[in-house]
């Protein structure tokens, strides 16, 4: 299928995860309702994104609340969603940044750990290190549709390029990208990075933020995202709650590839991408 309209919803996260799954729930049904068939929930939609609560809002695969919820609606509405992230906790004690995806019958199709962890301390501005309660995944995350492949990342993964082009070599011609910037790296780097990855790999590229919230302890950038293949910004939201829909046209990539191509153009015999 050469066209897919896609939501992405920037929803108000708050300390309460049952008012948080209300709330996803509505902006997807509404999303279905304007005929989205791929719906995109944030990082952490389900719980604050602060270290202190990581390990309360943590449920472990099977059996989580979140998944189970998420699962259902995704069935009933016959969506592709993926579930922006939550915290997950495995057998062992480690707790993961997750986003788990699924298809129109409310099937697990693919889930990503977040592999880089948002470890930063910008002087007299933020300090944040997920890795002080989160552990790291491993994987590159590429997944079959009906409308070709799709990949998943999430949020700090972007700004490391090898990973975007290996998911593109892999055939993903969407990536999908739950994340929460913050007041400091979001106005200066956002639509940079969604921009760049775009057109470096010629994809589209979704970034679904939560929306801001100045009262909470972590404030998010917002400004949901959509790229295309040339680099440029098909569709943007500002800082408040609110769907972006948008119908993507995966001829318009295939075409642009043709014309321009980059991947093609790459010279192997000089350098290498591991993995590749």
Partial sequence: MKKIKVALCQMVVSENKEKNLFTAHKMINEAADKGAKLVVLPEMFNCPYDNSVFSDFAEAYPGGTTVDYLSKIAKEREIYLVGGSIPEIDGLGSIYNTSYIFNTYGDIIASHRKVHLFDIDVKGKIVFKESDVLSSGDDITVFETEYGKMAAAICYDIRFPEIIRLMALKGAKIIIIPAAFNMT????????????????????????SPARNNQASYIAYGNSIITGPWGDVIGKLDEKEGILIKELDLESLDLIREQLPLLKHRRKDI?????E
């Fill in 185 to 208: 790296t979001g106005p200066a780097h956002w639509d940079l990075l969604f921009k760049a990855r775009a057109l470096d790999n010629q994809v589209f590229v979704l970034g679904c």
């Fill in 271 to 275: 350098y290498k991408l591991l993995g």
